[in-house]
Every structure is written in C-alpha cells, then in structure tokens.
C-alpha cells in the first residue's frame, strides 16, 4: 500500500493536529444496489427512451480501439446524431467503452472509475481483445475475459472495429436499452461479491475501498 | 596508433578503442552497424570515451538479451555517431545469478528508464540508478521477471486469468499439413479444430 | 550536471539522497494526478505532479497501462506469425512496426527486396506519417481548447484512410509490409484519388494555418513554453521533431538513408525556438513535405514488377543467428527494432526503440518542472508522446 494511503496524524495549516484515514475517509463504504424499474410499466419505457437516447460515453481510451472512437465525433461519422456524446468526467458518463484489451494495471483504474459512474450505466466491450484475449491470447499482463470483472452489456467484434461497426453497436445498445434489457449495472450489484472476488484474484495490491463511487 | 585504418570507420574507432580497454574483434553487420564484445567493468569507462572521444553521443538502446542455456545475461548498449553516421553496440555478458552491472545513468541520464525497465522485466540490477525500485510497467508483480526466457507466458495466462471456452488455436505447420495431405494423415479431418497447442 | 537538473533554488530543498523534501501535510504541496482516466493526456499513462499553487514542482510519469508484453509474445511466434502483433505496438502509425521488423528479418536472412516494394514501401511510410501529424495537430489544438482544429485533422485523416482503405484493405492496421516485399501493387486510379486527397489535404492544412499558427490565443500559450534546450538532445536521446524544432538538422530519412529515400529531394524541416509553436510549425512543415514526397514517389515509381521476393516456406523459417538494429524516422522520431536470431524458429529478443520512450519519461520529468498545470497538457502533447512504444 502506497504510504499516502495509510492511516496518520496531519497537523493541518492552521495548526490543529486530527487523524486522517483516506481508505475509510475519502469514500463512502455503502455497496451498490440493485435499481428496481418504476411500478409503471408506461413510466418505465419513458425512462428507457430517455436513457437510450442520451447515451453519454465516459472519455478513457483504455487500449488500441480509441482511436476509431475519433473519427465518430466528426461530421463524417457523426454519433452525435444518435444522442451519443463524450464526456471527460466518469460523474456524468454513463456508457464505458472498453477500448480494446485491458492489462491488470489499467483493470485497476477502469474498476474505479466504472464504479464512480451513476446508475443507469452500461459497458460496451470492443474488439476481440474484451472477448477472448484476441491476439493476446497468451500476454501475461492482459485479461482475456472482460464479462469476468465487469458486467458487460454487449461487444462490438474486431481488430479493430471500423467506426461503422462501433455505430452499429450503439444502436444496438439503444435497442437494448429501450427494451429495458441493459441490465448490467444490476447485475453488478446482485453478483457484487463474485465480481469483487474476481478482481482481486488478479490485482494483488488492492488500495482502495471495496466501493469506491 | 596500431592500425592504419580509416579513422572515421568502425574499424578505426574499434582500433583505438582496443588500445585502452580489452575489447573482442569487431562484428560488423552491414556498412556502419558493428557489434563488439567487452567485459562488464570496462563498458562504463569505455562509454564514456566513445560519447566525449569519438563523438558517440546518442544512446539509442541498452536492452538485454537472457542467454538461458549459457546462464548469461548480454547487455547491448547501442551507440551511434551521427556525424560519422556509425552504430556500435557494445556487447556485455553478466552472469544471470546474481545479475548485476555498473548504471550508466550518470553518462546519460536517459538510461536511468533502460535500466528500470530492465530492472523490472530481467531483473538485473543497476546499483544507484534512480527510482530504481519504483514499479515502472508492471504493478506488484510477483513472479519471475516476465522477460527471463524461464518465465512461461502462456502458462502464466492460463493459470491467473479465466478464458472463453470455445477459443481454437492451431499449430500452423500441422494445420496445413492436414489441409494440404489429407490421404498422410487420415483420421484427421482437417474442418474439425484439433491440435491445441 | 548542472544543465540537467532543474533550478531549485525557490523551491523543496533536495535532501541528500537526491529526493525532494516535499511534506504534503504541511498544505502547502499538493500531489495531483493526471491520467489515466483524463482528457489532457496523450493515451493512456499518467503524470503524478506535485504542485506548489499552480506550479509544477516535480512530475513523474507512470507508463505500463498498455502493457502487453510484445516482445515475450514475439519470442513464442514464429517469424511471420510475428506480423500481425508488431503493428499494434503502435496505433496512429502502425506501418513503421512492420517496416522496421520485416527490415530487421530480411536483413538477418539475406533475403534481397524487389525495387518496386522499397517505393510502395515509402509510400505507404509517409501516408502513415501523415496520418499521425494529422492526429498530433488536432491533439495540440485540443489541448488548449481549440476544439474545430481537431474536427478537420481527423477528416483529413479519414480521407487518408480511405487511400489506405484502398491500397491494403484496412483503416488502421494494415499488414501490407511483409518480409521480402509489400502484398501487392497499387490499384487501377489510385494516383489520380491520391493526387485528389493531397489537394484536400493542402487545404485543410492552409485553414489550420491560418485559424491555429496565426491565432492569438495559440500563440500566447505556446511561443516561448517548454523550450528544449538544444544541450538536452544528446543525454536525453532526443529524435525527431523535437530535435529538428531545435535547429538540430536530425533526420534518420537523410542521415541513415533507407527505402528510396536517397533517390527523392527532400531536406529536413528544421525550426529555431525549440518552444511549443516552432515544434506545432515544424511537424505541420514536416507534413507539407510528406506531401510532396508522396507526389514525387507517385510519379516516379515503378508500376510493374514483382513486389515481393521469393520467401522459404515460412511455416519451417530458421533464420541464422545474428543481431541487427534497424531504424527509420517516424512522425516522433527515431523507431527502431533490435533483433537478435539463435538460429531456431522464433525471435530470441526483439527490443522495440520508440521514440517516446526517452522523451515522455526522461525529458518530460525535466521539462514539467516550472510549469504551469495548465500548460502541462500542452507541453505532453508536444513532445508527441505515445505511451504503447513505451511499454509494448
């Protein structure tokens, strides 16, 4: 564990001496729930309209297939027709494209920042890499099955997939999400424990809460 | 100055490199690149004559090569002229236990990262390179360094992370032999995926 | 020495060990992270800034979240099946990987490369190089919340693609460059679509002229930030445009000829005040001038003839032992690949030389400090850093 995350005493600037413990501080430690749909069906399909509409992308390249993501936001392919948009911060993303292959180090940060997104919130996992491990089938730094850490809602093929095909799968996704059939958030929530256990077996230095959002 | 040699050649620099420091015979590779070998404690001082003597300014890699069968280490430091337009790379054999070798980040401070790196992924050590110990690609590993020709990636893999059921791997060679002569090999379809290496 | 380290005469004392005392208690430092998840960041890496107000007092730079092992993968493929993976070691500029490797293997196997495949060899180098200025120019803009520059590079940029979608079949990775040769010669028309996209091209790169060179708020920002002094080059390994924007006349292209580079005129793109602007001004004169390489290429190479020289069943290829360094000049400097054979199927080591390997960890630790967080993301973006050729 890295020393700064460690409990100590920090004498603040104005003198007063108080303890800070930034595992248990920093964070709230509730677990993520699972969001029941509204009673009404009519309010519930309002809802997924609304959801699938605005599909708002969390902007971290994790691996190679970031680059076709470019072309989208241009008036060649242009994703923003569809309601699709990139967004710098996790707090107002709420689709995770996972780029391509994910190595154990960066797993870490794309964890932490999946969980930081606001429900309701979706994963897509592009290229073959998310799959199966793809051409690194063999890496010992890579993951081969990203469903095994993450609750994926759906997978765009190829190496890599060409801006049409990373279209396609949007559209997909909305269909999805308009027949309320995007249910990976909770499913994250129900088999929280299974997931938690599955991350670990692979990040050895776990320094952050179970939860962090 | 024991040899006639052109002075600006590879020859003539190896020439008057051998007249300080107990150098191997010169392997030259192609018109400009040559490769030489050395013992570990005179490729600092010899460095340091070819960066500030003969104008070998620009590190262009320090890399390690695991010799498992000899038990050794080769470090290449790979220097070149770009004036003289000449490449030398200095070969240097460390035995793999205990892998150790003098830094040269005080020569150039750029090799400090070469030597994290290698640090990292052979697990040789550079005594008073900077950030040394600091995680450089991997974080907490726990096994062998993963570029020692011992470690088995694929092994590895299969053990930590789960795979896809499903996923086929052929061995090229056989694969075509089962394409290409069937009636040599029956038994074997070759349409059914088999041979998982 | 004293060249290589920063001033630290207003700043954290350096204790003994060369460290710096930096009590973050004391409220006064502040350790702030950048990346990975973070819109300034080239990639996926990064920078851990230890900040006093808004200046930068130390930066390290963390690199490894692209990791995926090339060079252990390689060791366990045989030489051709090496070829699919070496292109992914870089994304923007793939080409210059198969390049630099299928140059590496026929050198070691003695294998003789048909003249026609140097040129569409060539070819296909400098669409890639041009492909990665491209997305470099708009990344530079983008960094300073110039946000229209990066919608034309990256249209640009597409309609290269198409040339390259044309020429090889594929958008980003090609595999066009194999050992012994290219997979085929150029398509019926394709000068013609080529000279077109060019055109385009020019024009494009005369609008960013004008709305990125000769805007006021471009120039604030960088004339004068993040000077490379040319005494750095040599101990940090600095290559390229970085060099070049320097005065330094560094270009493997004319200093270590390769392909047919001898036979085209061209002279290296230099620039004077080694700042953000002239290294921005001198990747885009860089770009005019892969522009009329291309012309000159199209309009001399020859169109017939074999393009690939014949090959030994590459299923049961053993190259001889030997090791070779080969290099070429990429859009961010020297790229080069060492290659050692042990006489058997496989690679005994392949070890990638990417440029940014020097420049975004060494150099920019260095640079960073002094720096304003708001020009962090700026300076990383000129150096035109690419993490993956750090780690592979």
Known sequence: MKAELEKRLVTGPDGVEFEVDPLRDYYCDALPEVQRPAYLRIVEDLFNWARAES??????????????MRPLMTPRFDAYRYGIQWRPTPRQANLFVISGYLSVKTLKRVIRSYEQMQNPKYVVGL?????????????????KRLDQYLPVDLYITGCMPRPEALLAGFLELKKLIRAGKAEGANQYAANFAWYKANQKQVIHDWDMPDYNW | MPSNADPMSLAGVHARLQALFPLGDLAPRRAGLAFVDLPATCAPPALSHLRDREGFGHLVLLTAVDWLEEELFQLTYLVCNREARLDLGLRVRIPREPARMESIHDIWPTAATYQRELREMFGIDFPGSPRLDEAFILEDWRDIPPYRRDFDTLRFARENFAERPGRETWDPASHMRQRLYPEANPGMDPSVPGDRS | MGLLTPDRSQYPA????????IDLSSGKYLKLWQGPQHPGITGNMSLELTVCGDEVVEGKTHVGFLHRGFEKLMERRTFIQCFPIVCRICVPEPDFNEYCYAAAVEELAGIEVPEAAHWIRTLILEMGRINSYLMYLGGQAGALGLGVIGQWTTHARDLMLDRFEELTGARVYHLFILPGGVRDGLPAGFAGRMAETLRELETTLRDVHETLFCNAVFKKRTVGQGVIDPAWLEPYGVTGPNARAAGVPRDVRRDFPYLVYPQLDFAPVTGQDSDIYTRADVRRRDLLLSVDLIRQILARMPRQGPFMAPLPNVLHWRIPPGETYVRGECSRGEYGYYLVTDGSGHPRRVNVRGPSYTHAVALLERMIVHCNIADVAALMVSLHTYPPEIER
Not at chain 1, 56 to 62: A, D, E, H, S
Not at chain 1, 131 to 142: E, H, K, P, R
Not at chain 3, 14 to 21: C, E, K
């Open chain 3, 14 to 21: 350096l204790r003994a060990d060369g460290s710096l005392d």
């Open chain 1, 55 to 68: 599909i708002w992308i969390l902007g971290f390249g994790t691996g190679c297939g970031a680059i076709e």
């Open chain 1, 127 to 143: 290229g073959s890499c998310t799959l199966n491990g793809g051409m690194y089938f063999d890496s010992y730094n890579t993951i």
